[in-house]
């Protein structure tokens, strides 16, 4: 079951440039979403995700697996 209410909303995209402070993304839940599990997801890919060291990170895949 796939939630359209339910996702992640990046504000910066690769090689974007931000300061401390600035929103890098923003969760969107509903009401019966676990926030807790998503976060540990979230946070196993971070720095799949962000780079603060002024390297470049490969872009990801736009399709990470299809579910049927």
Known sequence: HI???????????????????????????????????LLMILNSSFEEIFSFDGSLVASPSLIMERIS
């Open 3 to 37: 939630d359209p209410a339910v996702g992640i909303e990046m504000h910066v995209g690769p090689g974007d440039t931000v300061t401390k402070g600035d929103p890098l993304l923003s969760l969107h839940l509903n009401a019966t979403q676990k926030s807790e599990d």
